[in-house]
């Protein structure tokens, strides 16, 4: 059974778009079945489509446009839809859907040929020679490879063509976008099983490749296609949700009335409307929210001419409704990645409904619709400098694009490209972050510092030994945010570093990823392997993968404030992110451990900062760079990777003489609890208490009323832990103390 499509009609109508239907698609039909009209005169079944693009370009040049629709029809003549349309509807759909969003005439030139070459007799050869070398690479970059020659591969390495196409001209992808929207349109007359697999595809391909390119009025119809089709239960009740309030009052009518008024008195031209949100957007609000009211159905948009208009309406609105601070967002100052430009904020009436607000200028409007096909062509230097004073260009290869690009050239394996393309797009905001060196690095956000270190040093990654964020020493692990500064510290000696398998858990770009996994193929584990001649046994890992307690402050290399600065070693932790032992504390460089008996004489011996093992804990050991061996506990998680990995454990164990109470032992402990006040000054009233000092200590943001303090203490007696833990517990509110397992990651907003 079909899944039923959206009432695109309506969706058409709540957007306050233009848009084609499928009475259009007759009528096309009809036109093109009584063939190309003369050359004197433009073809009945593309007035439409002349008619809305002049409204945009009132220069263009039609008589191109005419051309190739000559070829178009009578390339596909004879040709029909599964729908039983003449097939010339499809081009024609595709290149309205494109003019109404102000595509220029190139573009919409080759979305009239883009299936010629793939479906008709017609080639790119003779598509060049009439229109262009433009023309031609924007047909070449969406025709799709043959099943014949590619097999299961050619979905995957279409799409790659694709984007490597779409590197050197985003308007491919515009063209890709608008066919697969119409076809999706359509998609009604498919096999309920192609149904979902096309809906799959856009989901998760097509739909983050929209958001990126800032496409949004594609993206949200795309989004509502996809939904009906792949959720036709919670699409059928959200649609009865819409309609059960279509016959009430609006209070965002009411709302849009009252913030005519102010505005108007204020003195400010503005055009006031109301924005129903689409169907995706409703059924989000619903989980967030909870029970819906009339106005989270939609928002109001503000529109004014220019800049200073958005920020003076903004004024306006906080002093004469109550503001909601907590939804204030300024995407003017600090554009999304996407191009995105718009003051959001939410304010409650003399009612007091809340009702969000967004305010932008008309450009800002007309490219957050219609992204980079608002711009024309990018390419085009006289386009480019007749851009408006203070609206921004859109560059030639995004950030993310240029990451894709690059790790994809790297992916031969389609396979592989397939699953790393979707899991790259499944990021949905992008950081930058600031290089010591002045430059930036554009990253998704959740990145960490692996990643960045691939996205600044390509292969040359390898040899990366830890890194400062925002001056502070921090784990390779350490989850970045936007507008941190980050200085990767890099070993002298890259030709014999290398990544350990624990990078991976901290890698989040494919780009990182593959490179690691091809160091890792190339430089296999191998237990029987001899160490150079004068080196220990064991210590062959120390030139190896590096081992996630050997990539941070560690080293003494790495830090330059002496054994003394033990407020830096514990930076990923204040950070409240990262997994794992590389989001622990670390004990001083240059403060010797003891109490420590190790196979291998002569060695530097120091804790793990993952489990901070103490006597009488079970401990093992491995070698790691520096000509050292790290200890932990047997029941660390970093034990049981290591282990898997094919790492040699190195035998340790406490001296017969170290009874507990002996020496400074260091040990990081995580104390659960219920936010209130004064937690943090009970809970060191209680460690002081104890006898045992606090080193460091890092508070998380409070997550449903429940809170995370992280502490590195120094006990004099090692003996005395289990009663810390104890008096820690007993601090009201404080439900749990532990020291074992991995750290869990907060995110940050």
Same mark, same amino acid.
């Given at each position: 059974?079909?899944a039923?499509?959206?009432?695109q ?5 709540r ?11 007759r ?5 093109a079945?009584?063939g ?16 809305v ?6 220069g263009a ?8 629709y ?37 573009t ?19 598509v060049?020679?009439?229109f ?18 590619y ?8 799409f790659?063509?694709?984007?490597v ?11 890709k976008?608008?066919?697969? =929207? ?6 009604g007359v498919?096999r309920?099983?192609?149904?979902a ?6 989901r998760? $391909? ?25 959720h ?5 009740h ?18 849009? &009335?009252e ?5 108007q008195?204020a !003195?400010?031209?503005?055009?006031? =409307? ?8 409703v ?31 903004? !004024? ?23 191009l995105y ?6 304010? #409650?009436?003399?009612?007091?409904? $809340? ?12 490219v957050?619709?219609a ?7 990018p ?10 004073e ?5 560059p030639?290869?995004? !950030? ?21 393309l ?8 992008e ?7 002045? !430059? ?9 510092c692996v ?6 040093y390509?292969e040359?990654?390898?040899?990366c ?6 001056g502070?020493?921090?784990?390779l ?34 780009a ?29 890992h ?11 402050p560690?080293?003494?290399?790495m830090v ?47 804790l #793990? ?8 804990d ?5 070698a790691?760079? &520096? ?6 506990r ?5 034990v ?18 170290d009874d ?31 006898g045992?000092e606090?080193v460091?200590?890092a508070?998380e ?35 749990? $103390? ?9 995110a940050?907003?």
């Amino acid at each position: 059974m079909s899944a039923e499509a959206p009432d695109q009609a309506a969706l058409g109508r709540r957007r306050g778009l233009p848009r084609i239907d499928l009475r259009n698609i007759r009528r096309f039909g009809r036109a093109a079945l009584q063939g190309p009209a003369s050359r004197d005169r433009l073809p009945d079944a593309i007035e439409h489509v002349a008619k809305v693009h002049r409204a945009y370009h009132p220069g263009a040049d039609l008589d191109v446009l005419r051309q190739a629709y000559v070829l178009a029809e009578s390339s596909h003549r004879g040709q029909m839809r599964k729908s039983g349309e003449p097939y010339i509807t499809h081009p024609l759909a595709v290149t309205l859907i494109l003019a109404e969003l102000g595509a220029e005439t190139t573009t919409l030139t080759a979305s009239l040929l883009h299936d010629t070459v793939e479906d008709t007799e017609v080639t790119l050869d003779q598509v060049g020679e009439q229109f262009g070398e433009e023309v031609r690479y924007l047909v070449d970059g969406v025709t799709k490879l043959e099943k014949v020659d590619y097999g299961a591969a050619a979905e995957p390495e279409t799409f790659r063509k694709m984007l490597v196409a779409t590197g050197n001209d985003v308007r491919v992808m515009s063209i890709k976008l608008a066919d697969r =929207l119409h076809n999706m349109r359509t998609l009604g007359v498919m096999r309920p099983e192609k149904q979902a697999r096309i809906a799959k595809v856009t989901r998760d $391909v097509l739909i983050p490749l929209a958001e990126r390119l800032g496409v949004q009025a594609l993206k949200t119809e795309l989004e509502d296609l996809v939904f009906a089709i792949l959720h036709p239960e919670e699409y059928a009740h959200t649609r009865e949700l819409l309609q059960s309030h279509a016959d009430r009052p609006d209070p965002l009518a009411r709302a849009a &009335g009252e913030v005519r008024a102010v505005l108007q008195e204020a !003195g400010i031209t503005a055009e006031v =409307l109301v924005r129903p949100r689409h169907f995706v957007s409703v059924h989000r609000a619903g989980i967030k929210r909870g029970e819906l009211t009339g106005s989270d159905l939609g928002r109001l948009l503000v529109l004014v001419a220019e800049d200073a208009d958005c920020y003076a309406v903004l !004024g306006e609105l906080h002093t004469c409704f109550t503001p909601v601070i907590s939804e204030f967002k300024d995407f003017i100052a600090v554009p999304k990645f996407n191009l995105y430009q718009s003051l959001h904020t939410a304010v #409650a009436g003399r009612t007091g409904e $809340v009702a969000e607000v967004l305010i932008r200028t008309h450009q800002m409007h007309q490219v957050a619709e219609a992204g980079v096909i608002a711009l024309g062509n990018p390419y085009a230097p006289t386009e480019a400098a007749a851009a408006p004073e203070g609206e921004r260009a859109d560059p030639t290869r995004p !950030g993310w694009l240029s990451r894709l690009l690059d790790w994809q050239s790297a992916t031969p394996d389609p396979d592989i490209f397939w699953t790393a393309l979707r899991d790259d797009l499944a990021q949905d905001r992008e950081i930058t972050v600031f290089r010591s060196d002045g !430059g930036t690095l554009g990253l998704p956000a959740g990145a960490s510092c692996v990643d960045a270190a691939y996205a600044q040093y390509g292969e040359d990654a390898h040899s990366c030994i830890g890194a400062r964020v925002n001056g502070r020493i921090a784990t390779l692990s350490t989850v970045l945010c936007d507008g941190d500064t980050l200085q990767l510290l890099m070993t002298g000696d890259a030709a014999s570093s290398g990544p350990s398998p624990e990078w991976l858990d901290h890698a989040r770009t494919p780009a990182a990823r593959i490179a690691i996994n091809r160091w890792l193929a190339a430089h296999p584990a191998d237990p029987a392997h001899e160490p150079p001649q004068g080196q220990a046994p064991g210590a062959e890992h120390l030139h190896g993968p590096v081992d996630p307690e050997d990539a941070d402050p560690e080293d003494a290399e790495m830090v330059e404030d002496g054994p003394e600065d033990t407020t830096d070693e514990v930076a990923g932790d204040e950070r409240g992110e990262g997994e794992g032992p590389a989001a622990l504390s670390v004990t001083p460089v240059g403060r010797p451990e003891t109490g420590i008996v190790v196979d291998l004489p002569g060695v530097i011996v120091r804790l #793990a900062r993952c489990c901070t093992p103490v006597p009488p804990d079970a401990i093992t050991g491995f070698a790691v760079r &520096g000509g050292a061996v790290t200890v932990h506990r047997e029941r660390c998680p970093a034990v049981t990777r290591m282990t898997a990995a094919g790492r040699e454990r190195v035998g340790v164990r406490w001296s017969e003489e170290d009874d507990g109470d002996g020496g400074d032992y260091r040990v990081t402990l995580f104390a659960e609890a219920f936010s209130r006040p004064h937690l943090l000054a009970d809970l060191t009233e209680a460690i002081a208490a104890e006898g045992a000092e606090v080193v460091a200590a890092a508070v998380e943001p409070p997550r449903e009323q429940r809170v995370r303090h992280t502490y590195t203490l120094q006990l004099s007696d090692a003996g005395r832990l289990p009663t810390l833990m104890r008096a820690m517990r007993d601090v009201p509110g404080v439900y749990d $103390v532990t020291r074992e397992g991995r750290r869990v990651a907060t995110a940050r907003s």
